[in-house]
C-alpha cells in the first residue's frame, strides 16, 4: 500500500496541501473498501474461536492451493477464491463467526 500511495503521489500534477490531502483520503477510502473481505476474516480468527486452536485455522488456509495463497497476500482474490477459503469445515463454530462478524468495532477494542 505505501509504494502503491507514492507512485500515486509522484503521478500528481499539483502538489499542494489540498490536493495531497483529497489524493491521500481518495487512496485510503478505497484500500479500505477493497480489504473489507480481508478485515472479515481477521475478526473472525480472533473474535470467533479459542486462542489456542486458532492454528487450525492457518493451517487449513496454508493446505489450500498456492496459487489462491498468492492472490490472498497480493489483495486481488477472486469471488471463487474467497467462497473457498470461506468454504469447508469450519476451524470456528459458524455462529461464533457470524457474531465476531457482527460485532461493533468498538466493542472488539474492549474485549
Avoid at 509504494?3 to 495531497?20: G, I, K, P, W, Y
Avoid at 479500505?32 to 480481508?38: E, M
Amino acid at each position: 500500500l505505501a509504494v502503491s500511495l507514492a507512485d500515486r503521489l509522484a503521478q500528481m500534477q499539483t502538489f499542494t496541501s489540498e490536493t495531497l490531502h483529497a489524493t491521500i483520503a481518495h487512496f485510503a477510502s478505497q484500500a479500505w473498501q477493497q480489504q473489507r473481505f480481508f478485515r472479515m476474516l481477521n475478526r473472525m480468527l480472533f473474535l470467533a474461536g479459542p486462542a489456542d486452536q486458532r492454528w487450525q485455522v492457518m493451517q487449513r488456509f496454508y493446505g489450500l492451493p498456492e496459487n489462491l495463497i498468492a492472490r490472498f497476500y497480493a489483495g486481488k482474490l477472486t469471488l471463487s477464491d474467497r467462497l473457498r477459503i470461506l468454504s469447508g469445515k469450519p476451524p470456528v463454530p459458524v455462529l461464533a463467526a457470524l457474531q465476531a462478524i457482527m460485532t461493533p468495532h468498538r466493542q472488539q477494542a474492549m474485549q
